[in-house]
């Protein structure tokens, strides 16, 4: 279960420089390409004519066509032309909402009337760099907002980077606003965990010195997290800290549902200091991959256990506030997807 | 689906002279092996005493001896003998008709009376040579009829080897006589592709002239398709030009369903020039082999798209008329079956 | 269908040294790690936080700690501690009884009062030397207790070691007593096999002269077999000859159900010659691994076609004697553990 009216991270944008990309979104089949102008196009990954993946053809004059008997398929869904046939009268395809900004190729998976993509200010400032990848992940989408709306789960999975046992001790503030949800934590005059010495360092700042540390965590529908962490040297404003004392940034989360229990996870952190680095910009992206490949074990153990006892109900602590309440959000928006379309149905 | 009644290859000669083999054929266990008189039995591949698979057992004395406790098969299903067990009462496996015939190993999946092996001349005539080899695919065998009945797929599937634009421009003609589907396509004064440049310097003839190309395709029950294929230098007649002014072969493809959505695919091909070139035989197959491997992703995603939507109708166009008619003759069979065996049902 | 009320083997003992260690043990997912006395503890490999296993953890002060947001279990499976938190009100999470003797740790997977564990004299006496391993097979556990008491497939199984003719041709007798089933062959004046002859030289035996062979299997529930197995100088006294005439041991098999179709199977010899050559026992070891994995193929493929014929009856021959009657014994003690569940159920 998960929103269908809603952007979604389909792909990153370099992905489909060179050929169609092929990839389940949401449940639905999809390929992506760029047409004539440099734009890219979501469509059912489904010829009309036999059933090909037509992830497998290629792209002529901004027109997709099929790798199996040449149908060529224009972006709308409906048949441009085929050889030796008369294509007026072809079943169209699927053709899907879709939007290249901030380095990503995203998605509205639904029938509904497509929303403005929110902003991203990070993602359009000189005064920013950006790294990130990709993983694939066999568990529910919601199992990764609730690891990252809840970061004591660092002291345990990430020990020996980010880690740190403040994390435990330092109170947690979960508030929702609409459909934002923000859970922080704010430690104060704590030693640095190695990746932020390393970040520290990065900025030109001494790695050795007792530090503020922030984390902030951000969700916002339909499965996207943006987390502010950083640390500024102790008692010189800790978040609130001049540039020059603190290294700061964003983590980056979006999360796409594949199916009901796998997920592609685009993770990545977006950084305010030293942004023409892009020697750092690698070595951060480089600790990040490590950090987050540790979560990946974790978390399809944990989506086999759920599968296993479904008739466990699960605790929901102090620190769980903010996975709670983004699934209370979630739920709401696939409750009204569903009493959208049930008239509808009705009707039918 | 599939008949069963019905002549399938079941292995290539060679693959039963060192020891049994274990293989599924139209979701049958079949174990296939030589007896004393070096001819191919086929019994199923499951021992009466505990259930163990006898194609890990050895043959002695031309009985298939269990390799778990030492049951030895007889060639009928009927078990010889056990060491220490009088084996009269022993329940028997099936036994399948098989043939050893052509370079192949045929077998009658069915419980019908087996009618004669259809006649293949150009497999034992000394004018002809045959290279081929075999493939394992997730498909169901009727993807397969189709993209060997619509040669259209050769212009994208194959487009560096033996596809060119002029297959998709030539007009295809699809007769039905009895249980056989002839489709055929007839271009002239092109350019020969790479494939048939080099079957063209094979044969000591120039590779650089226009020619004249043919491909015409035969289906005949279960699922096998003959493809006469050739080029000669354009002008000299053609399809029906003297042999010293053309390459040609036939395209032989003997698909045999494993279950309802994987094949075992015998491929290979038959010309009838320089058949004493080993060389040139070796050569032919490894072209081959690439070009037809470059199918197999395509029909592995095609059966994976129709079965996430078995509700969709697909086209059946003038190009599919080939495969169109043949699932007709396949259909009838299948009904046939079906007729024969229900009253035996009621009755029991 | 396994009983569940019997100890059964969870793991050696070394292989919760270092860390905690998760296995599905009759369908249960256990992790088994030491408390603090270095004592094996097993519970329900499930955090009753958020449902992560708990064998990513790892164990603090005696005390699991749960890998994901440090939620500390005891032993007992109810929560210690967990930072920030009152877990008085959490739910406890399954304690299986286990006892670590004899170099395994064993676990009573069942509701039912634990008995005392059976006796092995040969495992406490410093006259023995035990090597064996561990073996993941896709296979239900009663299809290995069928492989071990029945040793003719040694013949065909394992021909290059341990087999012969002779064992085919040798009566052999099965008895019950109680919950035992013993099935026994005796072999005189024949040649030694491979295995036998390198345990002969082991030995300081010569092993080029005839001798008397024995095997003695020993089913106990719920899945265990002991075979007593040896080799003595022919006319010396057989099985009861003095101890510098033969080479003798116990094929130590331990069965364990992980699910209803696949096993953990600790495999082991146990010898009272020579015990503290240690090179001995390495080369015994290495020879009993390559002979057992001989085994795997087989009884995996068994397994699938009894799956996919369900409906068919096997024999029961004389040699299947052993399996037949261990089977009696299970299916009697499965009765018994459902006949005292039912009634609990029809109160609920």
Same sequence: chains 1, 2, 3.
């Avoid at 809603?6 to 992506?32: F, H, Q, T």
Wanted: with cysteine.
């Amino acid at each position: 279960m998960f929103p269908k009216n809603a952007w979604y991270v389909a792909c990153m944008a370099d992905e489909i420089d060179e050929k169609p990309l092929g990839r389940k979104i949401c449940n639905e089949s999809v390929v992506l390409y760029r047409n004539a102008a440099n734009q890219p196009v979501a469509l059912e990954n489904f010829c009309p004519h036999r059933g090909a993946p037509l992830s497998l053809g290629k792209v002529v004059d901004g027109n997709l066509v099929c790798g199996y008997h040449g149908l060529e398929m224009g972006c709308d869904g409906k048949t441009v032309a085929m050889p030796g046939q008369r294509v007026r009268g072809f079943p169209p395809i699927k053709s899907f909402p879709v939007i290249e900004r901030y380095g990503f190729v995203w998605i509205w998976p639904g029938d509904g009337t497509p929303t403005p993509l929110h902003h991203l200010a990070w993602a359009e400032s000189p005064d920013w760099a950006y790294g990130g990848g990709l993983y694939h992940i066999h568990c529910d989408y919601r199992l990764m907002v609730d690891n990252l709306m809840d970061l004591t789960h660092e002291t345990y999975v990430h020990a020996s980077s980010i880690g740190q046992k403040e994390i435990d001790e330092a109170p947690v503030s979960t508030k929702t606003n609409g459909d934002e949800v923000v859970t922080s934590r704010f430690m104060e005059n704590v030693k640095a965990p190695p990746f932020w010495r390393m970040a520290l360092r990065g900025n030109g700042l001494p790695d050795d010195q007792p530090v503020d540390r922030w984390q902030i965590c951000r969700f916002t529908p339909p499965s996207h997290v943006m987390i502010e962490v950083g640390v500024a040297l102790a008692g010189k404003g800790g978040y609130d800290a001049p540039a020059e004392h603190k290294a700061s940034s964003i983590v980056v989360d979006f999360i796409t549902p594949e199916t009901e229990t796998s997920i592609h996870y685009f993770w990545g952190m977006a950084r305010n200091f030293k942004p023409q680095d892009k020697a750092l910009t690698a070595t951060i992206r480089e600790g990040q991959g490590k950090i987050f490949a540790e979560d990946m074990e974790m978390l399809e153990l944990q989506q086999r256990n759920l599968l296993a006892h479904p008739e466990r109900k699960l605790l929901m602590l102090n620190i769980d506030a903010g996975g709670v309440q983004s699934r209370r959000i979630i739920d709401r928006l696939i409750a009204a997807e569903s009493a959208v379309e049930s008239p509808a149905t009705v009707a039918a």
